[in-house]
Antibody, heavy 116, light 107 residues
Framework: QVQLQESGPGLVKPSQTLSLICTVSGGSISSTTFYWSWIRQPAGKELEWIGRVYINGNTNYNPSLKSRVTISRDTSKNQFSLKLTSVTAADTAVYYC????????WGKGIPVTVSS | EIVLTQSPGTLSLSPGERATLSCRASQTIGSTQLAWYQQKAGQAPRLLIYGASSRATGIPDRFSGSGSGTDFTLTISRLEPEDFAVYYCQQYGSSQTFGPGTKVEIK
């Protein structure tokens, strides 16, 4: 079955760029049925949708993060990625990738801390 | 942006009881594009319901969803010990947003 796995640094300095990759196994990211999304969750808080990418490269972002977010996909590696610029402590969270539109497959999540 | 409100914030019930969770949208959600998730501590969310009322693969039939427009409900007919968790609704009709969650705790 399809599985997703997040990877990337667990610690990012303030003002720098957070970069994460989601690797898809057991299925193709080139499917026209699904979007591929990023979601985050600060400790003890609710889920926040960050954005999504479709196989043709079209993207949609959360308006509150749009100016700092880029989501892209690499079909040759069956991966999609997240870049979040100018991070602050408020960006500290567990970051999840998921297959969308309703999110039926999730990665396990990767904790990211923004701290100097 | 569609804002989702969930109530109650916390639901205190005993195993075997019925749980009724509410999700209200600030605008009509087209084509019932509303999903429900369960999240336990330290785990990723798990899809329970999509399309407002369709159970995801492997989800027990004690979980049911209903509603349309702006008002949606998740019902757990008889709570099992493993059902005590946080539940989120999500709309995917206009971009995507999540509700703030309802915690179902043991009374």
């Amino acid at each position: 079955q399809v599985q997703l796995q997040e990877s990337g640094p667990g610690l990012v300095k303030p003002s720098q760029t957070l970069s994460l990759i989601c690797t898809v196994s057991g299925g193709s990211i080139s499917s026209t049925t699904f979007y591929w999304s990023w979601i985050r969750q600060p400790a003890g808080k609710e889920l926040e949708w960050i954005g999504r990418v479709y196989i043709n490269g079209n993207t949609n972002y959360n308006p509150s993060l749009k100016s700092r977010v880029t989501i892209s996909r690499d079909t040759s590696k069956n991966q999609f990625s997240l870049k979040l610029t100018s991070v602050t402590a408020a960006d500290t969270a567990v970051y999840y990738c998921a297959r969308a539109r309703y999110m039926d497959v999730w990665g396990k999540g990767i904790p990211v801390t923004v701290s100097s | 942006e569609i804002v989702l409100t969930q109530s109650p914030g916390t639901l205190s019930l005993s195993p075997g009881e019925r749980a009724t969770l509410s999700c209200r949208a600030s605008q009509t959600i087209g084509s019932t594009q509303l999903a429900w998730y369960q999240q336990k501590a330290g785990q990723a969310p798990r899809l329970l319901i999509y399309g407002a009322s369709s159970r995801a693969t492997g989800i027990p039939d004690r979980f049911s969803g209903s509603g349309s427009g702006t008002d949606f409900t998740l019902t757990i007919s008889r709570l099992e010990p493993e059902d005590f968790a946080v539940y989120y609704c999500q709309q995917y009709g206009s971009s995507q947003t999540f509700g703030p969650g309802t915690k179902v705790e043991i009374k």
